[in-house]
């Protein structure tokens, strides 16, 4: 059998073929022929109708969740997971400070402090509106990073003094924080006067 036998025979089964699929109608000598859709895509499309179907009285009638409802769904996920991180970060962390208290975090520390605080604290810490942070006296806190922290998280806002729990980062308050313990009882010259209880050494050290 050479090739060209076998491209005969190709050409003869497909034209009757044809013949069987051709349809009983003519427009101006142009015929169609009927070739159904194969079984796999009468499949797709049926399931496809079935899926829409159950799908749309589903979401329509059955009561399926709306977005609105994904989202509230999803917002309550958030608002839980925010509520722990704010919880957790509103209570002082004794390893998180020791793990900012180096020299090379002070200037980081500065300048938080020179953009946030300065303007009650003065340059320096030596105070103004706020208290003298320099001293050895401490009107809120007792001069040690954890009861810092509470005032600095919290603020005493009606006595002048914000809370920056929600508006600085953590890390930023950190880094405050080790800037005001370098401050302490350096006495600075141009000191506000003494405010609240003087805090002795020893008393101190019980605290740390
Ligand atoms: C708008 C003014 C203002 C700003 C800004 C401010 N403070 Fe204060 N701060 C105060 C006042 C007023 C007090 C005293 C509050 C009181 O008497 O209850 C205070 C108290 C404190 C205390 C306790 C001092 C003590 O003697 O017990 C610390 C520590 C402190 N502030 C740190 C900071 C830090 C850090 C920042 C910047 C992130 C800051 N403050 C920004 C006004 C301010």
């Avoid at 900012?100 to 604290?121: I, M, S, Y």
């Avoid at 600095?152 to 929600?166: D, K, T």
Wanted: charged letters at 25%; a negative charge.
């Amino acid at each position: 059998m050479n090739s060209n036998d076998k491209n005969d025979k190709n050409k003869i089964i497909v034209l009757e073929d044809e013949k069987k699929l051709l349809l009983d109608h003519d427009y101006d000598g142009i015929q169609e022929l009927n070739h159904p859709l194969p079984k796999w895509w009468n499949f797709i499309f049926y399931t496809s109708c079935l899926f829409g179907l159950g799908y749309w009285a589903y979401y329509s009638f059955l009561g399926g969740p709306t977005q609105r409802d994904d989202l509230k769904q999803e917002m309550v996920g958030i608002t839980a997971k925010q509520d722990e991180y704010k919880k957790l970060n509103s209570q002082y962390n004794e390893a998180k400070f020791a793990e900012f208290d180096k020299p090379e975090n002070l200037l980081k520390g500065k300048e938080v402090f020179a953009n946030n605080c300065v303007q009650c604290h003065e340059d320096g810490g030596y105070g103004n509106i706020g208290p003298n942070l320099t001293d050895d006296y401490w009107l809120v806190s007792k001069g040690n990073p954890e009861t810092n922290y509470n005032i600095v998280y919290s603020g005493s806002e009606a006595n002048g003094m914000p809370a920056w729990g929600e508006v600085l980062s953590s890390d930023d308050i950190y880094l405050a924080l080790v800037y005001v313990k370098s401050l302490k009882n350096t006495f600075h010259p141009k000191g506000k006067e003494a405010q609240g209880e003087k805090v002795v050494e020893q008393q101190e050290q019980q605290q740390q």
